[in-house]
Nanobody, 115 residues
């Protein structure tokens, strides 16, 4: 079982920045991969970025070059630095951890970007 606690959502202007954090209840060394997903109103949840145990990262094309995912091992946390935000980045952002082929989700944090 993995509990995830997200923080850092909020409102920003287009072109601005926000940083999301996701703290896991266990060591990142016990987790295979972590990632951020988002869900806009009336749309399906989509992958934003993932980071694996070997620090390999993957980004959706829509955020590549603007968002950076990183691990904070001492604090059992994963961060998502979001720069040059666009209105289409608006949505609920969810943290996900995968352990032993089971996915665990956080409760989500709202990000709203205004033009």
């Amino acid at each position: 079982q993995v509990q995830l606690e997200e923080s850092g959502g909020g409102a920003a202007q287009a072109g601005g920045s926000l940083k999301l954090s996701c703290r896991a209840s266990i060591s990142l060394g016990s987790i295979g991969a972590m990632g951020w997903y988002r869900q806009a109103s009336e749309k399906q949840r989509e992958l934003v970025a993932t980071i694996h145990a070997g620090a390999m990262t993957r980004y959706s094309d829509s955020v590549k070059g603007r968002f950076t995912i990183s691990r904070d091992i001492p604090n059992n946390s994963v961060h998502l630095q979001m720069n040059n935000l666009k209105p289409e980045d608006t949505g609920v952002y969810y943290c996900k951890a995968e352990r032993d082929y089971v996915g665990y989700w956080g409760q989500g944090t709202q990000v709203t970007v205004s033009s």
